[in-house]
């Protein structure tokens, strides 16, 4: 049965060393580490790459992603050849992207199909890895909504690409769920993370509940096995952390049982 993983964005850290950031993961129990390609597993460093492999498989963990930071239509992250095989030799089994560097609102339509172009071009080369290109989910990119998000997905037409989600800050829980549904047939994995609506103040996550365990159900309705993966805690602690993963394994616990026990129907009551 499809299930919900349980996992860390290891940017949470950036000032930590991958394996700093593995020996916290043995402590909180979580399931796998998306390494990001800014810091923890450069582009291109395929040494690093193999090291940080054996390393997270000696402590019982999985390679959720490759976080890699290469944004789509651009030359300046560096070629996606480079990415492409930094994320092999790192055993993970995706490749996070962004979407380009404007907001869905402000680009014209060439950029637009500079993105699209290029969207099409790396999740071809990808696939013939087998591994799918994830669209990052976030504010100043062609997926900064999930409307937008949708409707790039929908233009690149491509099987390999696939998109993340995160609740938007300032959204409803409402507006949310709906934009989950927007995403469902595409998503592959979520960020989760509680900040205050307005401010961006990092909040202890169990303070999210209501919220993430409807987000979480709807997420369990694709039918597919995910990684929901902390991203960021309250003053970057690691104590936050434990606070926080401990809360979120509580979560899956409840949202796979929920899911088997229904089995396999969809839950979520609207």
Do not use: C
């Not at 989910?137 to 929908?154: C, K, P, Q, V």
Request: no cysteine; proline share 4%; hydrophobic share 45%.
């Amino acid at each position: 049965m499809a299930q919900l993983r349980s996992g860390l964005v290891s940017v949470t850290f950036r000032q930590l060393t991958p394996s700093a950031i593995i020996t916290l993961m043995t402590r909180a129990g979580l399931d796998g580490i998306e390494w990001g390609g800014d810091v923890h597993v450069p582009h291109g460093d395929l040494v690093r790459a193999r090291q940080v492999r054996q390393q997270t498989i000696q402590a019982g963990l999985q390679s959720a992603a490759y976080g890699s930071y290469y944004r789509v239509g651009h030359d300046d992250t560096g070629p996606f050849a480079a990415v492409l095989a930094t994320a092999i030799a790192l055993g993970a089994p995706s490749i996070r992207v962004w979407a380009g560097k404007q907001g869905s609102t402000s680009a014209d339509a060439a950029y637009r199909t500079q993105v699209i172009e290029d969207s099409r071009r790396i999740a071809g080369l990808a696939a013939a890895a087998g591994l799918p290109v994830v669209y990052e989910f976030h504010a100043n990119t062609l997926t900064d909504s999930s409307t937008a998000a949708r409707s790039l997905l929908e233009s690149v037409d491509h099987t390999n690409l696939k998109s993340y989600w995160q609740p938007p800050r300032g959204a409803s829980v409402e507006d949310n769920l709906a934009g989950l549904d927007a995403v469902l047939p595409w998503l592959h994995n979520v960020h989760v993370f509680n900040w205050h609506m307005t401010t961006g103040a990092r909040l202890p996550l169990h303070e999210g509940e209501q919220a993430w365990l409807r987000y979480l159900a709807k997420v369990a309705t694709a039918q597919r096995e995910q990684f929901a993966m902390l991203e960021f805690v309250a003053d970057d602690a690691p104590e936050n952390f434990l606070r926080d993963a401990a809360t979120l394994k509580e979560w899956l616990a409840q949202v796979n049982q929920k899911y088997e026990g229904n089995n396999n129907a969809n839950f979520v009551r609207e």
